[in-house]
């Protein structure tokens, strides 16, 4: 019987990883190609942020979009997700610290998440900053656990 629970553990585990790694996927692609279609736009998104010299901001606004996409095409690959996951767990801690702080300061600003959405930043963009932070930090402990065995 243990054999049984342990198969269906891992069974969901397996299922759970897919899902997570589908879906932060989906996110991070729609995104990139979002970005690269008014990459401009998006230039003018960082730089409200306040946070990055102005030299910086249009060298990032053009990496940013094809590396969101690169990362949701290697969390497709069995082979390449674990450090797909990592990397998506990292570009999500700067983009929720970025919210965090715009927010704490007062900082009236369109997020540039999604490129031209124009959606502000609210504590509803911190809010599911943080959930899409959390399933990228479950799916990593969730593939080093795999790696593991």
Not at 7 to 36: H, N, P, Q, T
Not at 60 to 84: D, F, K, M, Q
Not at 90 to 109: D, H, K, S, Y
């Amino acid at each position: 019987m243990t054999w049984v629970l342990h198969s269906v553990r891992r069974d969901l585990r397996a299922a759970l990883m897919w899902l997570l790694r589908l879906g932060l996927a989906a996110v991070f692609i729609y995104a990139g190609a979002a970005k690269l279609i008014d990459v401009h736009g998006f230039a003018l998104d960082i730089a409200n942020y306040r946070v990055l010299p102005s030299a910086l901001v249009a060298p990032l606004s053009a990496i940013v979009p094809g590396v969101e996409i690169a990362c949701g095409a290697c969390l497709l690959a069995a082979r390449t997700a674990h450090a797909a996951a990592w990397l998506t767990a990292a570009l999500l801690a700067v983009f929720t610290a970025a919210v965090a702080q715009a927010l704490a300061r007062g900082i009236n600003l369109d997020c540039g998440c999604f490129g031209a959405s124009r959606a502000p930043v609210t504590m509803t963009t911190l809010v599911r900053d943080i959930g899409l932070l959390a399933a990228a930090g479950t799916l990593v402990a969730l593939e080093r656990r795999e790696q593991r065995g």
